[in-house]
């Protein structure tokens, strides 16, 4: 079955350091999303992402955070320099459809900003 | 504002005892509510997909169904495996974003 893989599954990292995190989404999907949970807390929508261009972004999304799909198949989130409070699980998800589809999620990738 | 509420916080039931999850919203524009399940460390998984009121969906021992407000989320003979955080999203028919609720922590007690 086609899944949503992200990489890495943990990174620990110093606060000030730039951070790149991995997807590849499911490969038939048009639309991409990044999530982000903070321990304890609900999901939280970051941004959307189709047609090689952002296409809804949320006040959390700000000029600290960029994305890119840098070929056919992957599908990046940078953090240039993160704060103790970017500390989250970040997911990836595509899906196929914008209007009506449900979202498929990646298993994360748990980030520590220390 | 755009509301998605979900009770119980957390649930505990004997294996074999049905009970109900509940996901309230208050949105405008709702084009349609999601159940996932997620266990710890884990991205959610996609279960059922409601679109409009009166609907209901079933796999295995989940049945999802839909009113103007809310959506429950019901459990028969729940096993030990059924065990995860059940979250409710909903997407509107502006934007992209799916906006999640904080989810039921369900334990189920062999």
């Known amino acids: 079955e086609p899944e949503v893989t992200q990489t890495p599954s943990h990174q620990v990292t110093q606060m000030g350091q730039e951070v790149i995190l991995r997807c590849v989404p499911i490969?038939?999907?048009?639309?991409f999303y990044w999530y982000r949970q903070i321990l304890g807390q609900k999901v939280e929508f970051l941004v959307s992402?189709?047609?090689?261009?952002?296409?809804?972004k949320s006040e959390i999304f700000d000029d600290q955070f960029s994305v890119e799909r840098p070929d056919g198949s992957n599908f990046t989130l940078k953090i240039r320099s993160t704060k103790l409070e970017d500390s989250a699980m970040y997911f990836c998800?595509?899906?196929?459809?914008?209007?009506?589809?449900?979202?498929?999620f990646g298993e994360g990738s748990r980030l520590t900003v220390l | 504002e755009d509301q998605v509420t979900q009770s119980p916080e957390a649930l505990r039931l004997q294996e074999g005892e049905s009970s109900s999850l509940n996901c309230s919203y208050t949105?405008?524009?709702?084009?349609?509510l999601f159940w996932y399940r997620q266990d710890p460390g884990k991205g959610p998984e996609f279960l059922f997909t409601l679109y409009s009121a009166g609907e209901e969906k079933e796999k295995e021992r989940l049945k999802a169904t839909l009113t103007k407000k809310e959506s429950f989320l019901h459990i028969t003979a729940p096993k030990p495996e059924d065990s995860a955080t059940y979250l409710c999203a909903v997407k509107l028919y502006t934007g992209n974003q799916f906006y999640f609720g904080t989810g039921t922590s369900l334990t189920v007690i062999p």
């Open positions: 490969s038939n999907h048009l639309y």
């Open positions: 992402f189709y047609n090689n261009e952002i296409s809804e």
């Open positions: 949105v405008s524009g709702l084009r349609g």
């Open positions: 998800a595509s899906s196929e459809d914008r209007g009506y589809g449900e979202l498929f």
